[in-house]
């Protein structure tokens, strides 16, 4: 045989190689990100989840409200500080760090936001099931932001730039606690992050190295797909500590929902993410991946297979939106003044 035949013969066998991982990845519920807002929106209706029409200037006013410290009882803390949009989506700390100082009580590690609204729940016991939901509870907590919904309105509405704003995009409604929540929640909605595995999905067997590859097949293989799957490889409620006792359990009091169910924190971007886990125990992704084969799959992940996935999982690092930090109202003498 020649040596190009040869090459022929090995380029057919790899591209039917790529063939055969691109239909298990799909076959075992692998998708990309939706590309655009009405394939964001296909994708709720999928999920049965509530949504309000989007557009730009929503989006807009709801980036400023991310990035806004005075929604905060002390001036000082905004969306952003526990989810830094340049840090992941996430804050790089093991447990959120609040109002006055103060650590989350149940030691919960904070999870990215990119991405976040292809979740089918919100929180880490899932207690809600939409963004917009979700973005109210930091707001009103104690530890958290600390402002009530009714002061939350009361400062908004006393910058006649936000006033206006809302009066436009809500009509006679403007300002109130859930339209804040409904702003914030359309601007999250952008945050969307393809990355080459994506482009794998859609049939671009180049876009992969070997390496990443062999890791998804591998990540296939040992069932991690069970939990991991959907546009976001994660975001449901799964059952925790399925076949083996998480090693850290008993930092933190946190036991998931009423029925011990999780909700499966998504893959996208994970290298940027850590530490990993609800309580932020561990630091290493491969130490994760180990601990996940133990105590999810009831199987033992070798060294070389959790360096194999985590090559792999390194390829969800996507494309982030380009953030141009807002510049905010000035504070009025309506504004009612922080609060340390």
Not at 207 to 219: I, P, R
Not at 269 to 290: C, D, M, Q, R
Request: glycine share 8%; net charge negative; with cysteine.
């Amino acid at each position: 045989m020649s040596l190009s035949t040869l090459v022929v013969v090995s380029a057919l066998t790899l591209n039917a190689a790529d063939s055969n991982l691109l239909q298990s990845a799909k076959d075992n519920g692998l998708v990309p990100l939706p590309s655009n807002q009405s394939e964001v929106e296909a994708i709720f209706k999928e999920m049965n989840l509530k949504f309000t029409p989007f557009s730009e200037e929503k989006a807009e006013l709801g980036k400023k409200l991310y990035f806004e410290p005075r929604l905060s009882k002390s001036g000082l803390i905004s969306c952003n500080t526990c989810h830094n949009l340049g840090m992941g989506g996430a804050d790089g700390i093991s447990a959120a760090v609040g109002h006055k100082w103060t650590a989350n009580p149940h030691h919960l590690n904070s999870p990215t936001v990119y991405n976040s609204v292809l979740n089918s729940a919100q929180f880490w016991d899932g207690r809600s099931g939409t963004l917009a939901d979700q973005a109210k509870g930091p707001i009103e907590a104690e530890p958290e932001m600390a402002t009530p919904a009714k002061l939350a309105v009361e400062k908004i509405s006393s910058l006649p730039e936000y006033k206006a704003e809302f009066e436009k995009i809500y009509g006679r409604k403007g300002v109130t606690f859930d339209n804040i929540a409904d702003a914030i929640a359309t601007f999250e909605r952008t945050l969307i992050t393809p990355s080459r595995y994506d482009a794998f999905l859609k049939g671009d067997e180049k876009a992969l190295t070997n390496d990443e590859k062999k890791g998804l097949q591998v990540f296939i293989d040992k069932g991690c797909t069970a939990c991991h799957t959907g546009p976001n490889l994660g975001g449901s409620m799964q059952a925790f500590e399925v076949a083996g006792k998480y090693k850290f359990a008993n930092l933190g009091d946190f036991k998931g929902d009423a029925n011990g169910m999780v909700k499966t924190p998504t893959l996208r971007n994970v290298a940027e993410t850590a530490p990993y886990f609800h309580n932020g125990a561990v630091w290493s992704l491969t130490e994760a991946i180990k601990e996940m084969g133990s105590i999810q799959l009831g199987i033992e992940i070798s060294n070389k297979e959790a360096q194999q996935i985590a090559t792999f999982l390194n390829s969800l690092t996507g494309e982030k939106p380009q953030i141009i930090y807002p510049q905010l109202p000035v504070s009025t003498e309506k504004t009612p003044k922080p609060e340390l």
